[in-house]
T-cell receptor, first 115, second 114 residues
Framework: DTEVTQTPKHLVMGMTNKKSLKCEQH?????MYWYKQKAKKPPELMFV???????INESVPSRFSPECPNSSLLNLHLHALQPEDSALYLC??????????????FGPGTRLTVL | AQSVAQPEDQVNVAEGNPLTVKCTYS??????LFWYVQYPNRGLQFLLK??????LVKGSYGFEAEFNKSQTSFHLKKPSALVSDSALYFC????????????FGDGTTLTVKP
């Protein structure tokens, strides 16, 4: 099973709202990732969790707050977002955080619209 | 530093014809190269990867890719295109200097016409 699941599929929120994106994998992977993707552009790395600890933060604004409650779950908490944050948010996982040869498996994404 | 170039924004082929989607890379260490496909409003699906060994890599859905070290290329190929292959294709590279990070190309939109 190489499935990464994400909820919700779609999310519309106002600039003052607080919401969360969720990601789950049951492949025993120890690295989990958040990416942001604009239409017809490559994914942009936001955060990497390695063995449930934040290992990479790509200078993401503090209105995005990641959380890794356990090895299977990854959340992205959203607060006071801007319209330019509207995008497809992708979660991914891979077996070993330190192995460049490992494949990243992506979830279907959450389509976020900020009004 | 690592980088990936996909020189074609758009590739158009007729159904049944062979297709090639081009990718060139630059890394400081050994390159680990990946191809992903993305259908509209979906996540990225892994197609294949090159780690080491045989330069011709076979992957999902009849796709293959050829690693060429001297030309620093990793072109994606399929002998006979299907209309259902129409999608956005991304090449990505990783190396051991920063294993957690993949660098993606800008993507190539493949359109297969019946």
């Amino acid at each position: 099973d190489t499935e990464v699941t994400q909820t919700p599929k779609h999310l519309v929120m106002g600039m003052t709202n607080k919401k969360s994106l969720k990601c789950e994998q049951h492949m025993g992977h120890r690295a989990m990732y958040w990416y942001k993707q604009k239409a017809k552009k490559p994914p942009e790395l936001m955060f990497v969790y390695s063995y449930e600890k934040l290992s990479i933060n790509e200078s993401v604004p503090s209105r995005f707050s990641p959380e890794c409650p356990n090895s299977s779950l990854l959340n992205l908490h959203l607060h006071a977002l801007q319209p330019e944050d509207s995008a497809l948010y992708l979660c991914a996982s891979s077996q070993n955080p330190t192995k460049a040869t490992d494949t990243q498996y992506f979830g279907p994404g959450t389509r976020l619209t900020v009004l | 530093a690592q980088s990936v170039a996909q020189p074609e924004d758009q590739v158009n082929v007729a159904e049944g014809n062979p297709l090639t989607v081009k990718c060139t890379y630059s890394v400081s260490g050994n390159p680990y190269l990946f191809w992903y496909v993305q259908y509209p409003n979906r996540g990225l699906q892994f197609l294949l990867k090159y780690i080491t060994g045989d330069n011709l890599v076979k992957g999902s859905y009849g796709f293959e890719a050829e690693f060429n070290k001297s030309q620093t290329s990793f072109h994606l190929k399929k002998p006979s295109a299907l209309v259902s292959d129409s999608a956005l294709y991304f090449c990505a590279v990783r190396d051991n200097t920063n294993a957690g990070k993949s660098t993606f190309g800008d993507g190539t939109t493949l359109t297969v016409k019946p």
